[in-house]
């Protein structure tokens, strides 16, 4: 069973950076699954933040995040990243990583089978 291991939150001021990183074990196939980040600020629902390919030629963003936020996958490490700059307020939320084997990039939740325990952001103003 598949595992995602996530840290690198944290609190920080408002134009700053942070760098999250996700970690799977327990499967052989990490560089086959489709990697994403999500969030979930506190009574909004789960929102899909970015998402990149398993070879990591493509990548997806939300529109609040493009230009500040980069996704990237290190296969032989089995470790996905989501850089974050020029970090905003509304920001603000739980960061979770996530893994389908469903090809193509996915923004639905519903379809990530793997998702890690979280880590907050908060982005102070």
């Known amino acids: 069973q598949a595992q995602l291991v996530e840290s690198g939150g944290g609190l920080v001021q408002a134009g700053g950076s942070l760098r999250l990183s996700c970690t799977m074990s327990?499967?052989?196939?990490?560089?086959?699954?489709?990697k994403a980040w999500f969030r979930q600020a506190p009574g909004k629902d789960r929102e899909f933040v970015a998402g990149i390919s398993w070879t990591g030629n493509t990548v997806t963003y939300t529109d609040s995040v493009k230009g500040r936020f980069t996704i990237s996958r290190d296969n032989a490490k089995n470790t996905q990243y989501l850089q974050m700059n020029s970090l905003k307020p509304e920001d603000t939320a739980v960061y979770y990583c996530?893994?389908?084997?469903?090809?193509?990039?996915?923004?639905?939740?519903?379809?990530?089978?793997?998702w890690g325990q979280g880590t907050q952001v908060t982005v102070s103003s």
């Open positions: 327990g499967h052989n196939a990490f560089s086959r699954f489709v």
């Open positions: 996530a893994a389908t084997l469903v090809d193509g990039i996915r923004n639905n939740p519903n379809e990530y089978n793997y």
